[in-house]
């Protein structure tokens, strides 16, 4: 099997991507993912601020922060006259009929490697409990895909903040072909800082024969290895979703569209997506769990129902040091966190058996515990350090959940379907995808 034969049976499309001619400033091109920062909108007036008066991907997107603004349809309408200007204008070097491979070294010194390409959206599916080569890690909530069509449906062009997880503990996909490319004297297509003190970032182009046949071979054994094209409902997704679910949904709602319009098309710019292949496996790759606070509910009636639910054992421990060390050093322990009426400071510990992530059993209990006893409110927290803080306060209950398994990640996808709403963190904010390439989605 050619390399051509392996990328069409596993949703793999060697792309056109699109890169500012030399000379543009990169630096205020290349902007993070439009979904960061949506609580501060000094961050995005300090991005305006990087990119007046050049050529910049700000003027290719809408920042969520800016979602309810009375303003919306008007940057809408810009930013698609802005593609289309940047496509007549010149902006763009000449297509890279390529892939490219990246390595990104954030803020905190991590290095983060990745291979841009394109993805067959006829090899992805969303809903739960799909076999497609491609699918989604969290629960896609329907409603936020049309707001997202609105974008996407009428755009020249696209650029991706989507990041695929691929299993791959040989390091054969992407770190390997990097180290080809490198040997190889691949062109450099990019080496810039980004702004706001985000980190480095260089890509190379992956375009010969040789590491596209490498490529190929790298997904064939992959697939073997990890279960890809089993036929009994338990196999493995190739890729997940990383980051940006709610992107990769939106752009396969806008191709089925476009499908039932245009019967007679079977293949069109608009059947691909542009994302970047990340190795959960990937030293540089941090992965994070993202806790729970509830304000508002009795922690005595929660940790009975949780343990109970559960099967678990519960422990009151001593310090918040001892709860948050037992809570790293394990996957299947969630710990609690709050003060009683009295005043006086708990700390418990529950213990589970949990044959795969934590999470994506927890989460369901959790809510049908919210909906039989009260009004709680819900909300999820980035850090452990947050979590004893919030704890401390009256009438709030902390939950510590457990480090989040890279072994057991794609495992928990085959068999639970997908994993509960924000179950896991790919890096701090600073460290999300920035676009820098783009794609035509026009003939």
């Known amino acids: 099997m050619n390399y051509k034969d392996t990328f069409a049976k596993y949703g793999i499309a060697v792309p056109e991507i699109l890169l500012p001619k030399k000379g543009t400033d990169l630096n205020a091109w290349a902007v993070i993912a439009c979904d960061q920062y949506t609580q501060n909108r000094k961050y995005w007036k300090d991005v305006a601020d990087t990119a007046a008066g050049k050529p910049s991907m700000l003027h290719c997107i809408l920042p969520e922060v800016y979602l309810e603004d009375n303003d919306r349809k008007e940057r809408l309408a810009n930013i698609n006259s802005t593609m289309q200007k940047y496509l007549d204008s010149g902006v763009f070097a000449e297509p890279l009929n390529g892939m490219v491979y990246l390595e990104r070294k954030t803020a905190y010194g991590r290095i983060r490697k990745g291979l841009v390409t394109a993805v067959d959206l006829e090899a992805y599916e969303w809903k739960p409990y799909s076999q497609a080569k491609i699918r989604a890690t969290e629960q896609t909530i329907e409603s936020r895909i049309p707001p997202r069509m609105e974008i996407r449906r009428d755009a020249p062009l696209e650029s991706p903040h989507i990041m695929l997880l691929v299993s791959d503990s040989d390091k054969l996909l992407v770190e390997e072909t990097g180290k080809k490319a490198k040997a190889a004297n691949a062109p450099v297509v990019y080496d810039t800082d980004l702004m706001l003190n985000s980190g480095h970032i260089t890509g190379w182009a992956v375009k010969d024969e040789a590491l596209l046949e490498h490529i190929s071979e790298s997904i064939l054994k992959i697939v073997a290895k990890n279960g890809v094209d089993k036929t009994d409902g338990t196999a493995s997704p190739l890729f997940a979703v990383g980051d940006g679910n709610h992107s990769l949904a939106t752009a396969k709602a806008v191709w089925n569209e476009f499908k039932e319009k245009n019967p007679d098309v079977t293949d069109h710019p608009l059947r691909y997506a542009l994302v970047e292949i990340v190795n959960i496996y990937d030293d540089g790759l941090t992965f994070e769990p993202i806790?729970?606070?509830?304000?508002?509910?009795?922690?005595?009636?929660?940790?009975?129902?949780?343990?109970?639910?559960?099967?678990?054992?519960?422990?009151?421990?001593?310090?918040?040091?001892?709860?948050?060390?037992?809570?790293?050093?394990?996957?299947?322990?969630?710990?609690?966190?709050?003060?009683?009426?009295?005043?006086?400071?708990?700390?418990?510990?529950?213990?589970?058996?949990?044959?795969?992530?934590?999470?994506?059993y927890f989460q369901p209990i959790l809510d049908t515990f919210l909906s039989i006893f009260g009004d709680a409110e819900l909300d999820f927290i980035h850090g452990s350090d947050e979590i004893f803080r919030l704890g401390a306060q009256d009438n709030t209950i902390g939950i510590l959940l457990p480090q989040i398994s890279k072994d057991n990640f794609f495992k928990t996808i085959a068999s639970c379907g997908v994993l509960p709403r924000k179950s896991f963190s790919m890096g701090e904010a600073s460290e999300k995808r920035f676009y820098m390439e783009c794609r035509k989605l026009t003939k």
């Open 291 to 360: 806790h729970r606070v509830l304000f508002g509910s009795l922690p005595e009636m929660l940790i009975r129902y949780i343990s109970a639910e559960l099967s678990a054992t519960v422990y009151h421990l001593k310090s918040a040091e001892e709860l948050d060390e037992e809570v790293k050093s394990s996957q299947e322990v969630i710990g609690m966190v709050y003060k009683t009426e009295k005043g006086e400071q708990r700390y418990v510990m529950i213990d589970a058996i949990c044959p795969d992530l934590m999470v994506s």
